[in-house]
């Protein structure tokens, strides 16, 4: 008990020390923030140097990477030209139960070792991330966006990174100081140089989209399925022979969509930001996101994962496109990972760690061949697939899948002749029927989190989608005759909502129910 | 699924017409509900790699004739022998007559047509000259295409490319003197180069339609060819030759689009178009 008393006394001493002789000694904090997925929490770094045999400890669940920091940080201390203490280093990074990963904490644990051996003299009041190099220059890491705006969100405004890290922490509206060294991080922090604060970068002018529907010739109806895709946020499929212009169709859709609000830039940006696939100059998306990964992507890649786990591309494509080019040629086991997402819109990545949940609310659109030569219909080419090998091509996409799709439709060959057809409708033209078409969405759909019809439930399905008499007969006869699953019935009266909301119409119409049924073939 | 039974010529069960054959198949194996004699019989052959027309064609055909009692013998391959045994089906019965043992043909092949074995098992019969255990060769097949040929009163060619099987089947038919018919196709298709061909040599007359095939076996059609009018009958029309895309569609026949998509859904509805798997439409 004796030898206890004066430690016990001495750990939250802060300066009530007993004696003047006995150096005094506090405990430092400073504050980080840790990262799962997009979820974040503000951790504390607590940094305690004590009397005792020289030791470097990081308690608080530390991963591979945070135990690593100790000889980057202590390398890094000594090359700026402080002294590393040579005395007992206890560093906690509370709250300890869960398992902190990466390199973002070397910044806050250098400043809590000068501030706690009294090499700096002021607390540092900010938040600090950022990865240190052994001769103290500051890198930047992963996942700014997220753990900034948490910190905001707590009443932490300022924020001291690396320099290639602060305009996307000044976007997010936090004060944000960027550094090259650690050198400069204490300088700022102590008064004796300090840095103005990084102004938000301009917002990347608009992109002007890659296509546009007016550079595509003829291609009536799968431009329809686009336009209702849009309007409707209905997954597509397009199917056609090779050189028909599927893909040419898939990238003219970010074109139709509605321009990303700010809510939807900074949830998209911070996936991106987790990604590390910040553009520095303009961290904030101002465009939809169109990821079109190749078809020998594994899951991991397409859904997430790894450790430390990073967002895969159903993420990545959060707000915007995601484009399946050759959907046939993707591995069975890496489309069945596409179902959760598709029907969540979020996707959970849990590992024996923890789980991280990455957002996944994206348009899918996918294209395939119609068989394994390609040109099964194509009246330039003759197809010398025999029909069992078609059928089993067809049957590499499983059934829940093609489910999930709302519309399908044949992207044909175009002649020659209508190559040249004048007339087309531009991007811009079809955008401002989507446009209205998601402004009547949203007024039905004031109040929930809800916001396009392929979000309808089943509740709104009753109450929203009334259908005119002839319509009624359409669909009646349609369920009898075709066999339509429940599932399926409530995925046609969705698409003819999304016809009638484009043709400014309360009511579904027969013509609606019509469309609808040919697109779902 | 009954097990199959093996009969020789001398039963009283064994399908005459097969005594035709230099060598007519002993033991015959049988697998199925049918009496064997098969009085009245049409042969229906073709491409696996049949068009679409192909396919409605050899359908209706065999529809046609099964509906007027006439059993429809094929060879249950995939293309337009399927077609053929699937249009039996929907009207009366049909045979099945395999290159290969039946029970080899059955763990073989895919779940579609070890489905179209078990309804032609129900509504008539697979047919083998081989063991049930004995697999396929390239001349099992060449003399399971006589056979076919020597079980029918009347064989039809409906697509053939100029290498085809059913070439042998319409020789052996010529041989011994079947009459021989061949369904005329677009000139410049692969897949009706020798079909034409036996037509343009006068092996086999040309058929014109169903009522020309029941002609052909004494028996009159069952009424006029059923007429659809106004929209629904341009679109049938257009679809006949082949599959099309709603946007063609509407191109062939000056129709705006909401139009063409209401009757076009009411054709799909009851039933006289179906969708393609690649967003196309065909008739049925």
């Known amino acids: 008990m004796r030898d206890r008393a004066p430690i016990a006394t001495d750990v939250i001493g802060e300066s009530r020390s007993p004696t003047p002789e006995v150096k005094v000694r506090a405990v430092a904090r400073v504050w980080a923030c840790a990262l799962w997925g997009l979820e974040t929490a503000l951790v504390t770094v607590e940094v305690d140097v004590a009397n005792g045999l020289p030791a470097f400890v990081v308690v608080g669940l530390p991963d591979a990477a945070v135990q690593e920091a100790r000889e980057r940080v202590r390398a890094a201390i000594r090359n700026s030209g402080y002294e590393f203490p040579l005395r007992r280093v206890t560093v906690n990074l509370a709250p300890a139960e869960r398992r902190k990963e990466g390199t973002g904490f070397d910044l806050a644990i250098a400043l809590g070792i000068l501030r706690a051996s009294g090499q700096l003299a002021v607390d540092v009041e900010a938040l600090c991330l950022g990865e240190l190099a052994l001769d103290g220059a500051l890198r930047p890491v992963r996942g700014t966006m997220p753990r900034v705006r948490h910190a905001l969100a707590r009443g932490i405004a300022a924020a001291l990174l690396a320099s290639a890290n602060a305009g996307e922490a000044a976007a997010c509206g936090a004060d944000a100081y960027g550094f090259g060294s650690l050198r400069e991080a204490v300088d700022h922090v102590a008064g004796s140089a300090r840095v103005a604060p990084t102004v938000a970068p301009a917002p990347a002018p608009p992109e002007r989209p890659a296509v546009d529907l007016a550079d595509i010739a003829g291609q009536e109806t799968p431009k329809r399925a686009l336009e209702i895709a849009a309007a409707g946020a209905h997954s597509l499929l397009l199917v056609g022979p090779p050189g028909t212009g599927k893909t040419m169709l898939a990238r003219a859709l970010p074109s139709l969509l509605p321009p990303l609000d700010h809510d939807e830039a900074l949830a998209a940006s911070a996936v991106h930001s987790v990604a590390g696939l910040v553009d520095p100059r303009h961290p904030l998306l101002r465009s939809r996101p169109f990821r079109a990964p190749h078809h020998t992507a594994s899951p991991l890649a397409l859904v997430g994962g790894g450790s430390p786990p990073r967002p895969g591309e159903v993420s990545l494509a959060h707000c915007g496109v995601l484009f399946l080019d050759e959907l046939a040629e993707f591995s069975p086991s890496v489309l069945d990972t596409l179902r959760e997402p598709l029907e969540e819109r979020s996707i959970t990545i849990s590992r024996a760690g923890g789980a991280a949940t990455y957002p996944a609310r994206f348009l899918l659109v996918a294209a395939m061949n119609p068989c394994p030569c390609g040109h099964l219909g194509d009246p330039a080419v003759e197809c010398r697939c025999l029909p069992d090998a078609v059928e089993r091509y067809r049957g590499r996409l499983s059934g829940p899948l093609l489910d999930r799709i709302d519309l399908r439709v044949n992207v044909p060959r175009v002649p020659y002749e209508r190559l040249r057809d004048e007339g087309r409708e531009s991007s811009a033209t079809v955008r401002g029927r989507v446009l209205a078409a998601r402004e009547r969405m949203a007024a039905r759909l004031v109040g929930t989190a809800r916001r396009t019809n392929a979000e309808l439930t089943v509740a709104d399905i009753r109450r929203w989608c009334r259908v005119d008499d002839y319509g009624e007969m359409l669909l009646g006869a349609a369920i009898r005759e075709r066999r339509l699953s429940a599932r399926g019935y409530h995925r046609l009266l969705r698409v003819a909502r999304t016809v009638a909301d484009l043709a400014g119409s309360d009511q579904i119409r027969a013509d609606d129910v019509a469309v609808a049924l040919l697109m779902r073939a | ?284």
């Not at chain 2, 790699?49 to 060879?75: F, K, M, Q």
């Not at chain 2, 059955?106 to 083998?128: D, M, Q, S, Y």
């Not at chain 2, 099992?140 to 042998?168: C, H, K, Y």
């Open chain 2, 1 to 284: 699924m009954s097990a199959a039974i093996a009969i020789g010529p001398a039963d009283p069960r064994y399908p005459p017409r097969l005594l035709d054959l230099a060598h007519p198949p002993d033991p015959l194996w049988v697998r199925g509900e049918i009496a064997v004699p098969l009085e009245r019989a049409v042969s229906i052959v073709g491409t696996r790699r049949a068009t679409g027309y192909g396919l409605r064609v050899a359908r209706e055909l065999a529809a046609a004739a099964a509906a007027a009692g006439i059993v429809v013998v094929s060879g249950l391959a995939q293309g337009i022998d399927s077609a053929a045994h699937e249009g039996a089906l929907e009207r009366g019965r049909t045979v099945a007559v395999l290159g290969q043992g039946i029970a080899a043909y059955l763990a073989r092949t895919n779940a579609r047509r070890r489905r179209l074995a078990a309804e032609i098992v129900r509504a008539g019969a697979l047919i083998a000259e081989y063991p049930p255990d004995a697999s396929a060769k390239d001349w099992t097949f060449v003399r399971r295409n006589a056979t076919i040929a020597a079980l029918a009163e009347v064989v039809i060619v409906v697509e053939a490319p100029s290498d085809s099987g059913a070439l042998i089947t319409a020789a052996e038919a010529r041989r011994l003197r079947r009459p021989l018919y061949a369904v005329p196709g677009p000139i410049g298709v692969a897949a009706c180069v020798g079909s034409n061909a036996l037509i343009a040599s006068g092996e086999a007359r040309a058929l014109t339609g169903a009522e020309m095939l029941l002609a052909s076996l004494g028996l009159a059609s069952d009424g006029a060819v059923r007429r659809t009018d106004g929209d629904m009958g341009r679109i049938l029309d257009a679809l006949a030759a082949s599959p099309l895309d709603p946007d063609a569609l509407a191109k062939r026949l000056g129709l705006a689009a909401p139009a063409l998509a209401q009757t076009l859904a009411r054709l799909l509805i009851s039933g006289e178009v179906r969708p393609c798997p690649d967003g196309r439409f065909a008739r049925r």
